[in-house]
């Protein structure tokens, strides 16, 4: 039948029911919807199967057919479901806020800031914007603008800017002479003699002032140095009283405690061997020091491995300070090294810090190399420690443990800090690989008899150290986090107890009670007596110490100018003494590589293919695979080295070598990617396999492996990249400037320092890791701390108080302690947490405990100082966004290196 014989109703129906037909009924809206909802399913199950690519097609084809409005509407679509970002954020922030951030721009940002829509162009051209920038200048406007006048002070700044008249470069050269032009030897020497002339007129200034402030004290307030002379305006303003005051107030300490001594009966103590006077005289620069003797000072950082040994190496007649790496800032190492000269010019003044060929590892953030050495707050420190020690004419130099001598950016960072200080520096010139061999070599400077380092230290009992830093430095480790605090109390308790009993036996009880101020310092002066050092014997003879002869002390920088062309003459013979030194370091590396393959590797090996398998064979590729490529990859660097050395003369080059054996790396960065999960399974299957526990047993730390463990033996590779650094920049610096090496040289130096940053990185992740884990194992309901980038800076123990009565003065405010806290600084946020102390039943041992309190983000925290008073010292206030502590340190230098370094992190952390 066809469709034509059928009635139009039939035809209607009929197609109605037609199920996924092309066909749309417009007269019948229900089907008409109903359908379409069906296609609408039939097309969103199509979606669903196709791949990515065909998605994209089919929306590229719908909305290439859409129309404006419906466009229009996706848009509108679009912005309910998900906000914009990018907003203009002048139409949404405060006008005050937009104001400020535009108040950083300089006028030419300005003005271009101006072109970019309207509400940006009237922001930009307000006169509070651009008046500062007009009176900087001097630009004043002739007449008041009335009140709806605007861009005045804009139009007046381009009109006075129009009006300037101004030189191109060469026409300024010609006029005025260029910026670095030569001075002649004259100028420069007038040059140098005004600057000494000014800096001995600042001293002398300084020292009047003292004397004043001296003479204006009260006589009411006590000898300490904190005193109503502190104020309470600002943080900064505070420290820096400190530090002027510093001299005179500890003199007053001095000359009380001497007399309180002078003044009670002069007999033996409880361990019968000499009166508590006696005790004076273990340094020279304590109480019963001698000004006629030649001072000697020298600053060790905490990161000197096993610093402990290297403070028992230090000379009775040395002024040492051991400060913090991580928790000291340049204004508190200052600090600490004005307390220990007290007042006097050091003759000579080492820095005993880590470090290498270019650089100087001096504190966390500060490491001192030739791009920071001129930048203001590390040229201003300097300039200040130059002047702690004695002048050229005195003899008087600065001693850095840092072989700095051993390439061309170390000698300039020399040179610099020289030129600023008016001070002679001197550095190690070794090349000697290994933990600190280079202090033991011969040094930079007119040292004739005897090396810098035999005025601070035993050199037998320094070489001792520079032996086994290595082997010290873990054992070190863990002894310091256990009985760090133990030995911290221990060390008080039994000051106060020898004092306390000294008292007693001496004088009544009577005496005590009305004498408690001469107990307090007495004990103040054994503890401080203790931080010194324990070197106990009596000063050395002072023939060896005396003051070198006038033609010694004639140093300037023309001197590092002839050692400079008298290295360029031997280099010759020093060039092939560093391929000799990198050959013999290289071929002991090979060795200790080798330990690994003949000792563990090939036994383990040998039994799996015997069938008495102790590993599988996949345990063993996860350990021995990436450090058996390594011992390959060396090898064959070894033999090219040697062969290079046999034939050796003037016109060979080494870069080549090292360019080669830079491009093979991705071997090293199998071997780190992967050395976390070696160490995991060398202990997962020591734990596991029996038979593989006693085969370690066997060869851990035996003589054929040196005393080393497998993982111990894992670690060289990672320490072999410094002194390739090291050796090549060495080996640069003995190149004449046309040798063919020399650029060779500058590439394998760029490719392996490039490689020891991504060693370090990898380095410092895992700690900050291990270190975030540890506080937050310590500290009961401690929140996640494992974030990017977050590490911990500084660790200080206060007191938390509590005022009576807000509303009376400062200085007669009562406080009352509330509860022990330790603060914990991060670089993005105060941690605060309670700390409490419990003893064990019969046992004098204590247990500290910690719980989370309170974490504040660095840029919302605010501090505010509080001046001593007859109820209170060494406070301050600490103020979030909803709570506030007043905190107390119990010495007034831990209260002046905590918020120093508070204030730094606060300033960092709003960069």
């Known amino acids: 039948m066809s469709l034509g014989s059928l009635p139009l109703e039939s035809v209607e129906v009929e197609s109605f029911h037609t199920r996924f037909s092309a066909w749309t009924p417009f007269k019948n809206q229900s089907l008409n919807r109903q359908l379409f909802q069906e296609r609408v399913t039939l097309i969103s199950h199509w979606f669903d199967l196709w791949t990515n690519k065909q998605r994209r ?67 930009t051209e307000q006169d ?64 140098r003699r005004r600057e000494k002339c000014l800096r001995k007129i600042i001293w002398e200034n300084i020292a009047f002032r003292k004397k004043e402030l001296f003479k204006a004290r009260p006589p009411w307030l006590s000898g300490t140095r904190c005193s109503r002379l502190l104020k309470s305006t600002s943080l900064p303003g505070g420290p820096q009283l400190w530090r002027d005051g510093t001299g005179f107030y500890e003199a007053l300490e001095r000359q009380f405690l001497r007399a309180s001594l002078d003044a009670l009966p002069k007999r033996s103590n409880i361990s019968g061997s000499h009166s508590y006077p006696l005790l004076l005289k273990k340094h020279h620069h304590g109480v019963g020091r ?81 791009k920071n050495v001129l930048w203001p707050e590390v040229r201003d420190f300097w300039e200040k420690l130059g002047s702690r020690v004695a002048t050229e004419e005195e003899g008087g130099h600065v001693d850095l443990f840092v072989p700095l001598g051993a390439s061309e950016a170390g000698i ?11 001070t002679w520096f001197s550095a190690p010139t070794g090349i000697a690989t290994g933990s600190y061999q280079h202090i033991l070599s011969d040094w930079l400077g007119p040292h004739q008899d005897r090396t810098p380092l035999s005025n601070y230290f035993s050199e037998s009992k320094l070489q001792a150290w520079s032996s086994f830093t290595e082997f010290l430095e873990d054992t070190l480790k863990s002894v310091r986090k256990t009985l760090n605090p133990l030995f911290k109390n221990l060390q008080k308790s039994i000051s106060g107890r020898m004092i306390g009993q000294f008292m007693f036996d001496t004088l009544g009880m009577d005496s005590i009670l009305n004498n408690q101020g001469p107990a307090q310092a007495l004990a103040d002066g054994l503890m401080e007596l203790s931080k010194e050092g324990s070197e106990g014997s009596a000063i050395e003879d002072n023939s060896q110490d005396s003051k070198s002869s006038p033609g010694q002390s004639n140093l300037n920088v023309e001197v590092l100018v002839k050692l400079e062309r008298k290295l360029q003459m031997n280099s010759v013979e020093t060039r092939a003494q560093v391929v000799r030194e990198l050959v013999q370091s290289e071929r002991r590396y090979v060795q200790m590589l080798r330990i690994v393959q003949d000792v563990y590797a090939k036994p383990l090996r040998a039994a799996l293919s015997s069938n008495r398998a102790i590993l599988s064979a996949a345990n063993i590729h996860i350990i021995f695979s990436d450090i058996l490529h390594i011992l390959n990859l060396n090898r064959e660097f070894l033999d090219n080295l040697r062969d290079r050395l046999q034939e050796w003369s003037p016109a060979h080059c080494v870069g080549e070598i090292f360019i080669k054996f830079g491009s093979q790396l991705n071997i090293y960065t199998n071997f780190f990617n992967n050395y976390p999960v070696v160490l995991k399974t060398i202990e ?31 670690i060289y590779p990672s320490r072999r990249f410094e002194e390739y650094i090291h050796l090549l920049y060495a080996l640069r610096l003995h190149t004449p400037a046309g040798h063919v090496d020399r650029g060779d040289l500058t590439t394998a130096i760029d490719q392996v320092k490039k490689y020891k940053g991504y060693i370090d990185q990898i380095k410092e992740n895992l700690k900050m890791r291990e270190q975030l884990s540890d506080v937050q194992t310590l500290i009961c309901g401690c929140p996640t701390l494992s974030e990017a980038n977050r590490y911990l800076i500084r660790t200080q123990d206060v007191v938390q108080l509590h005022c009576c009565d807000e509303k009376m003065d400062f200085s007669l405010r009562l406080y009352e302690q509330i509860r022990d806290l330790s603060l914990l600084l991060f670089n993005d946020v105060l941690l605060v947490s309670s700390r409490s102390t419990s003893h064990t039943p019969f046992e004098k041992t204590s247990k500290t405990t910690y719980q989370f309190t309170a974490s504040v983000a660095l840029p919302r925290l605010l501090i505010e100082d509080i001046p001593d008073s007859k109820y209170i010292k060494n406070a301050f206030i600490l103020r979030g966004s909803k709570r506030e502590w007043i905190c107390a340190t119990e010495v007034s230098d831990d209260k002046f290196l905590w918020l120093s370094v508070l204030q730094h992190a606060i300033r960092s952390s709003m960069k």
């Open 57 to 123: 097609e089919f929306l590229f084809v719908i909305l290439s057919q859409c129309s404006k409005s419906q466009l229009r509407f996706i848009q509108d679509w679009f912005s309910e479901r998900k906000q914009v970002a990018r907003v203009d954020f002048s139409t949404v922030l405060p006008r005050f806020i937009s104001l400020y951030i535009f108040s950083f721009l300089n006028p030419k940002d300005l003005c271009a800031a101006a072109q970019v829509s309207w509400p940006w162009k009237f922001l």
């Open 128 to 191: 509070c914007l651009w008046m500062p920038k007009c009176t900087k200048f001097g630009w004043f406007l002739p007449y008041t603008p009335t009140q709806n006048e605007y861009g005045a002070w804009k139009h007046h700044y381009i009109a006075c800017v129009s009006s300037l008249d101004w030189l191109t470069p060469r026409e300024a050269a010609a006029v005025y002479g260029t910026l670095n032009e030569p001075k002649t030897e004259d100028e420069e020497f007038q040059e």
């Open 290 to 370: 001698t000004d006629a003797l030649p001072l000697h000072a020298i600053l060790i950082s905490s990161r000197i491995p096993a610093y402990e040994m290297v403070m028992e190496s230090i000379k009775p007649d040395v002024v040492a300070v051991l400060y913090e790496h991580s928790g000291v800032t340049l204004e508190g190492l200052l600090q600490l090294t004005d307390r220990a000269l007290q007042g006097r010019k050091a003759q000579s003044l080492g820095i005993f810090s880590s470090g290498n060929s270019r650089e100087i590892d001096l504190l966390q953030g500060y490491k001192i190399c030739i």
């Open 412 to 422: 300039e960072v020399l040179s610099q800090l020289s030129q600023l200080t008016g």
């Open 684 to 714: 997962k299957c020591r734990e596991m396999t029996p038979a593989f526990r006693a085969f370690l047993k066997r060869h851990d730390k035996t003589i054929v492996t040196k005393m080393l463990s497998l993982p111990e033996l894992l």
